[in-house]
């Protein structure tokens, strides 16, 4: 009892360790709070900062979620290790989401979550995964391919008959999603959801008039260091895009 006690608090702990955050200042001096959509997740980090930055902040807060719980399947015994895998799984999303580094703020759960699916199910991770992918490349906004792949986890642990501590997390990791993209959803509903892109490095000169230019830098003073630096990076490698409809 208390070794799970003690999985599911480090879960807490290492999943409120803000990568975004982290990454952003120490690397590229800039806080991504104040920075385009101003969350702490993968996708804000890939529009300030650029592919190298976004791609980081992924794998962090991906193994938020696939190590702790990873660990808890390995070290719990008997007929407890689903039920503490998933508290675990739980309670890395949670600090992920709400972090106690942030004062209760963070992001929104999607790349822990992933890697808590990878360490519990990982069939059903790769089939989410594809989800993810095939909707953002047909639809080109990441919230819808977000939340389609939340759907499709809830349907996919409901249809193959998983423990029902599997099924418990997968309803309320999907819930959790939708929750956290409530202002997407709004935004979904009245048609004003960017869409995004991801094309090769070209110049501004290259944009023809019209067409999409790279998201919003950074707020605030605007020609410090690591703003610079950070919009060197993503010209480095690929454009994160984004398009008004």
């Known amino acids: 009892m208390f070794?799970?006690?003690?999985?599911?608090?480090?879960?807490?702990?290492?999943?409120?360790?803000?990568?975004?955050?982290?990454?952003?200042k120490g690397i590229y001096g800039v806080d991504v709070?104040?920075?385009?959509?101003?969350?702490?997740?993968?996708?804000?980090?890939f529009r300030v900062l650029g592919t190298k930055a976004g791609v980081l902040v992924f794998l962090g807060d991906f193994a938020k979620g696939l190590v702790p719980v990873?660990?808890?399947?390995?070290?719990?015994?008997?007929?407890d290790t689903a039920l503490v895998s998933v508290l675990v799984?739980?309670?890395?999303?949670?600090?992920?989401?709400?972090?106690?580094?942030?004062?209760g703020r963070g992001g929104k759960?999607?790349?822990?979550?992933?890697g808590a699916v990878m360490a519990l199910m990982p069939w059903i991770f790769l089939m989410v995964f594809g989800v993810?992918?095939?909707?953002?490349?047909v639809d080109r906004r990441v919230s819808v391919a977000s939340l389609s792949s939340a759907v499709a986890f809830g349907?996919?642990?409901?249809?193959?008959?998983?423990?029902?501590?599997?099924i418990v997390f997968a309803l309320a990791g999907t819930a959790v999603v939708f929750y956290a993209h409530r202002a997407n959803i709004r935004r979904i509903s009245a048609g004003e959801e960017s869409r995004v892109s991801i094309s090769r490095n070209r110049s501004s000169d290259d944009h023809p008039s019209?067409?999409?230019?790279?998201?919003?830098?950074?707020?605030?003073?605007?020609t410090h260091d690591g703003d610079r630096k950070g919009k060197h990076d993503a010209a480095e490698t690929f454009e994160w895009e984004e398009r008004k409809p």
Do not use: C, D, E
């Open 33 to 45: 709070r104040r920075a385009g959509s101003g969350n702490t997740g993968t996708t804000n980090v």
């Open 109 to 114: 759960g999607v790349a822990t979550g992933g």
């Open 70 to 79: 990873y660990i808890a399947t390995q070290v719990v015994s008997g007929g």
């Open 89 to 103: 799984a739980g309670a890395a999303i949670t600090g992920h989401n709400w972090s106690i580094f942030l004062k």
């Open 132 to 137: 993810f992918w095939l909707v953002l490349l």
């Open 210 to 222: 019209g067409a999409a230019s790279t998201v919003t830098p950074p707020v605030g003073n605007r």
């Open 3 to 24: 070794l799970n006690v003690i999985l599911i608090l480090m879960a807490y702990l290492l999943g409120s360790i803000p990568f975004a955050l982290v990454i952003g």
């Open 155 to 166: 349907a996919a642990t409901l249809a193959t008959g998983q423990p029902a501590a599997y």
